[in-house]
């Protein structure tokens, strides 16, 4: 397998079915696409069809929602096997995936649970790591997940646990922002904390998207990706960008929107916020 | 002392919880866990009702909004998923309308339609024969050529018996027009299969639907002929069974639904 990835500059957007005749259609101004994979692991028809045009004009990222990489019970074979076959079709820029669980032997939740930040899950994390990756034949990225319980059992904060499994399976980051900021509220730790304890040598790509608050300061914060990036967000955006560019690591950007989606101009727009903000964040104090 | 509890246990009671909020949570868990535990649970729920929505449109539209989200509630509960992909939450929907609905039996066949659509949707792609390679094929074909014929149809053809005329209901929807009166009428066949990308469907006779379950069972053309003659040994009664079988041979290739064609000495 090879250890290392191909640094990548830019800024993107989830390519999402209400877009696809403007992606078609017209040179939209992205730097890459990011697909959700379980969409496309299909037999055939119009999402592949549509999936090889639009890689046929843009990098394109494969981002799973369901392989599970903390189930105690190990990775589904079929799963690897159709995600593998999508990645050797695409031939994508990276293949990513989210720091959770999402299936036991018997069912299947299609959201991201949470972990124990314990080593017995960190050495379960870490075996599944090494098998999708050795069956792909390349690293990947992980996520941050937004959660919305600790666990009593917890030995590790969350940045410790990524770190190590970094450290150990030579995956790299995929930095959610506005899940860091969620989680932060949800659970009170220090998001300088959370940065400042991450490799950020490992982070390869940034998404920002929007969440949905309550009705007081105690409601838990969801992470519903159907609202524009909020302020706090943006700040914790630059300061990341910040602290990523000592690293000299190229690091791409995406706008992450799953529900409420806009125009695809209202899209862009937001992207050339964050150009203007990471590149505000690069200037001389 | 107490074992401490391992990350299957763990998980194994966490996803309990989450599909049923009277599963006892973990020992230790408290009023802070359930809360988070309620956004995992109203989580899952929302993401396959809003699958079963978009893979159901039609069938919504029809039954109406409360009752089909009431259905789907049902579903989601009953059958939890035990698929990773999302989209698989719809198998079995048809039956549980068949029970919710059981004073309106089209609502049943409906789902079962765009179910079926469904998979069609993303079957494998293929190449159907046009007519004119059937023609060239076939042209020059001996008579224990036909009897012997093997007929390849496009993946995920399906065809079902139902009671309802699905056409009549799915063009009001389409066109926004009032819901046709339906009845329970005599069983007829469908059809369902992805024309280019777009999933398509077209009623039928039964007999057809029967036809279709033979070449998919690998009968040859000679043997399907021989079922629609029922065993008669009339040559009347079996010269109208070939010509019965062509003719649905004949649409089956207009529709583009044959792929390849094998023949073998009967």
Redesign the interface.
């Given at each position: 397998m090879t250890d290392r990835i191909a640094p990548f500059a830019g800024f993107g957007l989830g390519l999402r079915r209400t877009h696809f005749d403007d992606f078609l259609s017209g040179d939209v101004p992205v730097d890459f696409v990011e697909v959700i994979s379980e969409n496309y692991m299909v037999d055939g028809g119009r999402m592949l069809r549509i999936l090889d045009e639009v890689r046929e004009k843009h990098p394109v990222i494969i981002h799973g929602v369901s392989m599970s990489i903390g189930s105690a019970g190990g990775l589904d074979a079929d799963y690897l096997a159709r995600l593998k076959q999508l990645e050797r079709r695409i031939d994508p820029l990276w293949v990513s995936d989210h720091l959770c669980w999402t299936r036991t032997s018997a069912h299947n939740s299609h959201d991201l649970l949470p972990l124990p930040l314990t080593g017995e899950a960190l050495d379960v994390v870490c075996a599944n790591i090494d098998r999708a990756q050795d069956a792909l034949g390349r690293p990947m990225l992980f996520e941050n997940p937004s959660s919305y319980l600790t666990f009593p059992q917890d030995e590790l904060t969350e940045w410790e646990f990524l770190a190590a499994m970094a450290q150990r399976t030579g995956c790299y980051l995929l930095l959610d922002v506005n899940n860091i900021f969620v989680s932060a509220r949800n659970h009170g730790f220090s998001e300088d904390d959370y940065l400042g304890g991450l490799p950020l040598d490992r982070v390869r790509q940034i998404h920002l998207a929007g969440h949905t608050r309550g009705e007081t300061d105690q409601d838990i914060i969801i992470d519903t990706h159907d609202h524009d990036v909020c302020d706090d967000v943006w700040a914790l955006y630059a300061k990341a960008c910040a602290m990523l560019a000592a690293t000299n690591v190229p690091v791409a950007t995406m706008i992450e929107r799953d529900g409420n989606i806009p125009p695809l101009p209202e899209l862009l727009s937001e992207l050339d916020k964050a150009r203007a903000v990471s590149a505000g964040a690069l200037e001389p104090a | 002392m107490e074992a401490?509890?391992?990350?299957?246990d763990?998980?194994?009671a966490?996803?309990d919880n989450?599909?049923d909020e009277g599963s006892a949570m973990p020992a230790?868990?408290g009023n802070?866990?359930a809360?988070?535990?309620n956004?995992?649970r109203g989580?899952?729920r929302n993401?396959?009702v809003e699958?079963l929505r978009a893979t159901f449109l039609k069938t919504g539209i029809w039954a109406g909004e409360a009752p089909f989200k009431q259905a789907a509630i049902n579903h989601v509960i009953a059958y939890?998923?035990?698929?990773?992909?999302?989209d698989d939450?719809g198998a079995g929907f048809d039956e549980t309308c068949r029970a919710f609905f059981s004073a309106s039996p089209e609502v049943a066949e409906l789902a079962w339609l765009e179910w079926m659509m469904l998979r069609a949707?993303?079957?494998?792609?293929?190449q159907p024969l046009s007519l004119d390679q059937f023609s060239l094929i076939t042209g020059e074909y001996e008579e224990a050529q036909w009897l012997g014929l093997q007929i390849a149809l496009v993946?995920d053809l399906a065809g079902g018996l139902v009671r309802h005329d699905l056409h009549a209901m799915w063009k009001a929807m389409e066109e926004g027009a009032a819901h046709p009166a339906v009845s329970q009428g005599e069983e007829r066949g469908i059809l369902i299969w992805?024309e280019g990308?777009r999933p398509t469907f077209q009623m039928v006779s039964s007999e057809e639907v029967a036809v279709l379950q033979s070449v998919q069972a690998g009968e040859s053309f000679g043997d399907i002929c021989a079922g629609l003659a029922g065993g008669s040994a009339s040559p009347e009664e079996g010269q109208d069974a070939i010509m019965r079988a062509g003719g649905i041979l004949g649409r089956w290739v207009q529709s583009g639904l044959i792929t390849a064609l094998h023949a073998e000495q009967a």
């Open positions: - | 401490p509890m391992t990350l299957a763990m998980q194994k966490f996803m989450v599909l230790g868990w802070r866990h809360a988070g535990l956004v995992y989580n899952y993401a396959l699958a939890p998923s035990d698929s990773w992909t999302i939450a949707f993303s079957c494998p792609d293929s993946p992805r990308e």
